[in-house]
């Protein structure tokens, strides 16, 4: 069976300080992907990134950056510089493949609440 | 690209009647829909996967009788929440698989409508 833990239930920052979100994984799948949403307190879910399992490598896109390591089957996320408007809920997720890539389940983690301060 | 919108947003209703919550994927083709409830401060629960023209295939404990889901066409699915009860207030999201019609890789990645409040008096 899948699962997502994020151990982080909330954290609290002061704004320009980096912070690391953690998501570790389980799964018995050697093809899955993993993802990353956001969830501002409107209540819709962003979609941030997706990784597959094949695809170790770090990516970065502006302040936010990822880091997968299958090794210790997490895939953390980093946001630097924080503003306040990266306020929200931060969910991982992981589904497997699946047959043709449809009906895949997206396993979420409980999420963690970062609020960033002024 | 990728735009997942829901309708309505909110509804408030009284115990006993039907509700239905429209799921539409405004810029792409969704062969399957998801649906999900989230309640205060917790994660999200998948209720049902949807598929075009076929039934719905349910998660456990989720009555189907009670949640009934739609997926008519490529762009459109919708949950009627049925004789609503107070417990069934709740935050429903749905999302759309993004891997048909679109390419960039979109595949294998479910976009989130805004997601409908239900409030049951």
């Known amino acids: 069976a899948q699962k997502v833990t994020q151990a982080q239930t909330e954290i609290s920052v002061v704004e320009k300080e980096d912070v690391t979100l953690d998501c570790v994984y389980e799964?018995?799948?050697?093809?899955?992907?993993l993802f990353w949403y956001k969830q501002p307190p409107s209540g819709e879910l962003v979609f941030l990134i997706r990784r597959n399992s094949f695809d170790e490598q770090n990516e970065i896109s502006g302040r936010y950056s990822w880091n997968f390591q299958k090794s210790t089957s997490s895939f953390n996320f980093t946001i630097t510089a924080s503003q306040v408007v990266d306020s929200a809920v931060y969910f991982c997720a992981l589904s497997e493949a699946g047959s043709g890539g449809s009906n895949y389940k997206l396993t979420f983690g409980k999420g963690t609440l970062l609020t960033v301060n002024p | 690209g990728a735009v997942v919108s829901q309708h309505p947003s909110w509804v408030i209703c009284k115990s006993g009647t039907s509700v239905k919550i429209e799921c539409r994927s405004l810029?792409?083709?969704?062969?399957?829909m998801f649906w999900y409830r989230q309640f205060p401060k917790q994660s999200l629960m998948l209720m049902a996967t949807s598929n075009e023209g076929s039934k719905a295939t349910y998660e456990q404990g989720v009555e189907k009788d009670k949640f009934l889901i739609n997926h008519a066409s490529l762009t459109l699915s919708t949950l009627t929440v049925t004789s609503a009860h107070p417990e069934d207030s709740s935050f429903y999201i749905c999302?759309?698989?993004?891997?048909?019609?679109?390419?960039?890789?979109?595949?294998?990645?479910?976009?989130f409508g805004p997601g409908t409040r239900l409030l049951v008096l």
């Open positions: 999302s759309a698989d993004g891997q048909g019609g679109l390419a960039g890789g979109l595949g294998e990645t479910q976009y």
């Open positions: 810029d792409f083709q969704a062969t399957t």
């Open positions: 799964t018995r799948d050697t093809t899955y992907y």
